[in-house]
Nanobody, 120 residues
Framework: QVELVESGGGVVQAGGSLRLTCAAP????????IQWLRQTSGKESEEVAC????????RVADSVKGRFSISRDNNRRLAWLQMNNLNIGETGIYSC?????????????WGKGIQVTVSS
């Protein structure tokens, strides 16, 4: 079983930035495509961004395009979600997931998630 762990969440003012980190202690993160999801108030969980195993391809949701970016460093076995110009409606639980195949396929492992609170 692969455990994914998120860090970097917290409270930020509207318009501010946060960078979330995804790690896989005891496992090789570089074996998995990495997806970031979020669940905000009153909405279903949605994919925010996804990056391929090699890091050569990535995508972000239209709602965050131009503000969020996803990256990874397979040597350091870490993946990140950089979030800029956050708004209050983006308060929620953000989690990372790992997939054995690629973005667009079912993910196999999930982190517990981390709270992101955007204040006015």
């Amino acid at each position: 079983q692969v455990e994914l762990v998120e860090s970097g969440g917290g409270v930020v003012q509207a318009g501010g930035s946060l960078r979330l980190t995804c790690a896989a202690p005891g496992a090789t993160l570089s074996h998995y495509a990495i997806q970031w999801l979020r669940q905000t108030s009153g909405k279903e969980s949605e994919e925010v961004a996804c990056i391929s195993i090699s890091g050569a391809r990535s995508r972000v949701a239209d709602s965050v395009k131009g503000r969020f970016s996803i990256s990874r460093d397979n040597n350091r076995r870490l993946a990140w979600l950089q979030m800029n110009n956050l708004n209050i409606g983006e308060t929620g639980i953000y989690s990372c997931a790992g997939g054995n195949i690629a973005c667009g396929y079912d993910m196999n492992y999930w982190g517990k998630g981390i709270q992101v609170t955007v204040s006015s």
